[in-house]
């Protein structure tokens, strides 16, 4: 079983920044090299949607509303995935929640972290 742990999430004024990360710590090292992995949201009372993935080959997207602010990274020496997310809007307001799926097309959810937007 695969285990993502994010972190990151927090309250902050809109144009601020955030950096989250999503650890996989007991996956074996090729496995996440070999995954796609993307970062989603769900904002309260709607549904969950993807903000930006990376493939294995590292390319990237990102959704069209995020585009130009967010940037994701993966660092599979660190087992780690980030979004660094700036200009920060309230509309960003959401749970993020990590997304891994290898190879074998196998798909693992992290549990959450609440980002909140403020004016």
């Known amino acids: 079983q695969v285990q993502l742990v994010e972190s990151g999430g927090d309250l902050v004024q809109a144009g601020g920044s955030l950096r989250l990360s999503c650890a996989a710590p007991?996956?074996?090292?090729?496995?996440?090299?070999?995954?796609?992995m993307g970062w989603y949201r769900q904002p309260p009372g709607k549904q969950r949607e993807l903000v930006a993935a990376?493939?294995?080959?590292?390319?990237?997207n990102y959704a069209d509303s995020v585009k130009g602010r967010f940037t994701i990274s993966k660092d599979n020496a660190k087992r780690t995935l980030y979004l660094q997310m700036n200009s920060l809007k309230l509309e960003d307001t959401a749970v993020y929640y990590c997304?891994?799926?290898?190879?074998?097309?196998?798909?693992?959810w992290g549990q959450g972290t609440q980002v909140t937007v403020s004016s």
């Open positions: 997304n891994l799926r290898n190879s074998r097309g196998s798909e693992y």
């Open positions: 007991r996956i074996i090292l090729s496995t996440f090299s070999m995954s796609t």
């Open positions: 990376v493939t294995v080959g590292g390319t990237t």
